[in-house]
Each structure stands twice: as structure tokens, then as C-alpha cells.
């Protein structure tokens, strides 16, 4: 091992010294405070420090060498091949057969069986409100009261006309009978009688005109108290107390008959000729109208607990929508309908027998035609082409394509393909819709 030892100022190596070129030189160099320098000597390391550096050295060695090897023998092994995924999980629905029955829906809008729009008829000042809003109304009820006054003093006027018109006419009519014996006689002229007799004719004429204005004020003093002219509900009164009210300022209420309450709704014209292509008479048509079970769904989803029937058809088709207005009527005893209200209007047309239902949400619609996903025994993924029908509720109806017990894909359709492996769980069962199962 070389050692170098400057303050003796000689080399050794491997136990021989020699001398340093630059002891001497070293040696007469004062430093800074006149005393002699020498370079201080590097310390000398003990065996124990020598035999822990060859250690590290050759474990290092030894690690460097084992990592070149493993990356030399993974190059040479080629690349480790993944693991397969596992098979998607989607949720499946059997395909059922039952007794389903057809129904067509419309939106529908609530309407009074009649509807009453109650306005004064003569001008006056409104005295009072004798109804209360939102209660049930009779035909006759007093509603609102107008100021009779000016026009009991106008009928009181009236009268007094008449009775001088009757006067006048007692009076013209003795005349004529004082003067016919006297005309026989021939104590006055025919000219003088006839002149008595158109007087009297006159009179008469007049007790008619004085007469209808007694009935006209008569009238007029009647529609100072305005009465309900059917039964029903009356809406908020848009009259106040101390308004000048009269037939050209609009309407006071509105009386509605809710009992039975009318819903319309527009069919297409399609629709319609479809379906008198069904009978061969008017009268079976409209036979078969009067049979037809009318549902109501309200807004909140649920069913009115009463069914309808078809009243009647309006006489032509809309130029505007092309659709026909069609009536149907429903029992309201409870008032619980109201007019302007919208629903959806359910009609039951037929019972399709053995049909075979699947979810709605089973069946994929791809440019016009339509497809499911059957999981097969051995849950591999078959594509199937299907021929759909009606709907009833939240299942189609499968006309071809499919058969009872196969199961269909729910959920999970849009990441499966033919011929796929899938992990197949069963979704809860959709509820048939008045349905009776079909043992078959």
C-alpha cells in the first residue's frame, strides 16, 4: 500500500522510502507567525477501516452485477401475458305471457258540463254578494243584488202610463156605445162615429204599449237580484260591492255544472278511420263507443277512481291540427274534478290474449328496427331481431322473436355484444298492468 508522509518528508511505498523532492522546500516556509509550516499529514486509515471499505466495495459490485443479469434474463424471456377480464354482470328479466289488455292514452283537458257566465243585464251599482265562492250552488240561489231603486220609481212610472191608457180607453169605448143608437137614428153622421171608433182602437193600442212597459220595468227590477240559472259551483266573483256594473262590463262569476264533468281530447284522423273501418254500420260504431271503458289519470299519476264513457264526437275534423275532438263524461259527485284541469285520458280497445311481455327498457331501437339481448343457457349474449306491439305499462309487447322463459337483457345492454361471456343476475320483476297470467 503507497503511504505518503509529508511532514518526514518521504515517500514510501511498500515499506520503502525515498525522499521527497519537496521536503526541504516545505520545511524552511514560515507561516504567518514566523514559526515553520508543514503540510499537516493525511491520517492513516486502521486495518479495520480498510477490511469495512472492501466489504462495501464488493457488495456493490456484486448488486450491480445481479441487476444487469435479471434485466439480461427478463429481455431474453420475452413479455408476461395479462389475465383475461372477468365477464361483465348485467341484470336480466324473463319473458312472460299473460292476458294483457290494450289501452290507448290522450292528454285530456277538464271542462264544466255547462258552464254559466253570469253577467248583470242592467246598469246599476252592485248592493251585494250573496253567494260564498267555492261552495255548491242551485238553480234560483240569489248571487248578486243591484240597486232597484231607480228601477222600482221606473216601474211605478210605468204603471201610471198604463193606468191613463186604460182610462183613455174606457173613455173611447163608451163613446163608441153612446153613439151606435144614435147612428141608427141618425142623430149624427157615419163620420162621427167612425172617428169614435178609431179613437177607441187607438186607446186600445196604447193600454198594449203602456202594458209592455209595466212588464219591461217589471223585468228590469228582476234583474236587480241576478240568480244562478243551473246547479253547480260558482268561481271567485270578479264584481265588487260598489261597482257600476252592466251587460257591457264584463262578467261577475262564472256557475259551472261539474256533475258529471266533461274531459275532451283530440284523436288523429288515422286514429279515427282506423277504427270505423272496425264496424260496418253507424249504429254497431257507435255501440261499440258506448261500451269502450274511459279511465282518467290525474296529474299526480294516480287513477280517478271512477270510469267514464264516451259522449259524443265533434261533427268535424280540425283543418288547424287534423285531429277529431272527442267528449267523454265522468261521475263527479264529490266536486273532487274541476274544470281546466289536465289529465290523461285512458281508453281500453282490447285484451291481447298470451301475449309475451318484456321490460321496455330490454328493447333497442337501432334505424327502424328492433333487437334484444338474450342471455342463453351457457350465458353467452345472442342478439335477437324482435317484431314489437302495443305497450301496457312499463312492458311491450313481443309479437315474433322470442318465446316464454328466455331472459333478456335490463340492464347492461349498451357494453355486451354477440357471442360475449356475461355474469347474468336477475332484475326485480316490472308488474303487469291488469294482466292475468297465461299458464301456459
Known amino acids: 500500500m503507497a503511504r505518503t508522509e509529508l511532514s518526514r518528508g518521504t515517500f514510501s511505498l511498500d515499506s520503502r522510502e525515498r525522499p521527497g523532492p519537496w521536503l526541504g522546500k516545505c520545511r524552511e516556509s514560515p507561516d504567518a507567525t514566523g514559526a515553520d509550516s508543514t503540510l499537516s499529514p493525511r491520517r492513516k486509515r486502521t486495518r479495520k477501516e480498510r477490511d469495512a471499505m472492501k466489504s462495501r466495495i464488493k457488495l456493490e459490485t456484486q448488486f450491480v452485477m445481479a441487476t444487469t443479469a435479471l434485466l439480461c434474463l427478463g429481455g431474453c424471456r420475452g413479455k408476461v401475458d395479462a389475465p383475461p377480464p372477468a365477464p361483465p354482470t348485467v341484470e336480466v328479466a324473463t319473458v312472460t305471457q299473460a292476458d294483457v289488455p290494450l289501452y290507448h292514452e290522450w292528454i285530456g283537458v277538464l271542462d264544466g258540463l255547462v258552464n254559466a257566465h253570469i253577467r248583470a243585464q242592467v246598469t246599476g251599482y252592485l248592493k251585494s254578494q250573496t253567494y260564498r265562492e267555492d261552495e255548491p250552488i242551485k238553480e234560483g240561489d240569489l248571487l248578486f243584488e243591484i240597486d232597484s231603486r231607480p228601477f222600482q220609481a221606473a216601474l211605478d212610472q210605468a204603471k201610471g202610463q198604463l193606468a191613463q191608457a186604460e182610462a183613455r180607453f174606457d173613455k173611447t169605448d163608451l163613446d163608441v156605445k153612446r153613439y151606435e143608437p144614435l147612428l141608427k137614428d141618425k142623430a149624427i153622421s157615419k163620420e162621427e162615429y167612425d172617428d169614435a171608433v178609431q ?103 294516480s287513477i280517478y277512481s271512477r270510469t267514464g264513457h264516451i259522449y259524443a264526437a265533434d261533427r268535424q275534423i280540425s283543418l288547424t291540427t287534423g285531429a277529431l275532438r272527442i267528449e267523454a263524461q265522468f261521475p263527479n259527485a264529490n266536486y273532487a274534478l274541476r274544470p281546466g284541469g289536465f289529465a290523461r285520458v285512458r281508453v281500453r280497445f282490447d285484451l291481447a290474449k298470451g301475449a309475451l311481455l318484456v321490460p321496455q327498457r330490454a328493447v333497442m331501437e337501432l334505424q327502424g328496427s328492433y333487437q334484444v339481448a338474450v342471455v342463453e343457457a351457457d350465458n353467452k349474449i345472442v342478439i335477437q331481431p324482435v317484431r314489437v306491439g302495443e305497450r301496457s305499462g312499463n312492458l311491450w309487447i313481443i309479437q315474433q322473436g322470442l318465446r316464454p322463459g328466455q331472459r333478456v337483457v335490463v340492464e347492461g345492454a349498451q357494453k355486451v355484444r354477440e357471442g360475449m361471456l356475461v355474469t347474468a343476475t336477475n332484475a326485480p320483476p316490472e308488474p303487469v298492468a291488469n294482466a292475468s297470467s297465461a299458464a301456459k
Open 199 to 301: 179613437a177607441r182602437l187607438e186607446a186600445r193600442a196604447a193600454v198594449v204599449a203602456a202594458t209592455a212597459l209595466v212588464e219591461q220595468a217589471k223585468l228590469n227590477v228582476d234583474f236587480t237580484k241576478i240568480k244562478s240559472p243551473i246547479d253547480g259551483i260558482a268561481s271567485i266573483a270578479n264584481g265588487q260591492i260598489g261597482d257600476l256594473v252592466g251587460p257591457n262590463t264584463g262578467e261577475l262569476t262564472t256557475v259551472s255544472k261539474v256533475n258529471p264533468i266533461k274531459v275532451y281530447y283530440n284523436v288523429t284522423e288515422q286514429a279515427y278511420i282506423n277504427f270505423t273501418k272496425l264496424f260496418s254500420t253507424e249504429s254497431d260504431r257507435y255501440e261499440r263507443l258506448r261500451q269502450l271503458e274511459v279511465e282518467l289519470i290525474l296529474a299526480d299519476g
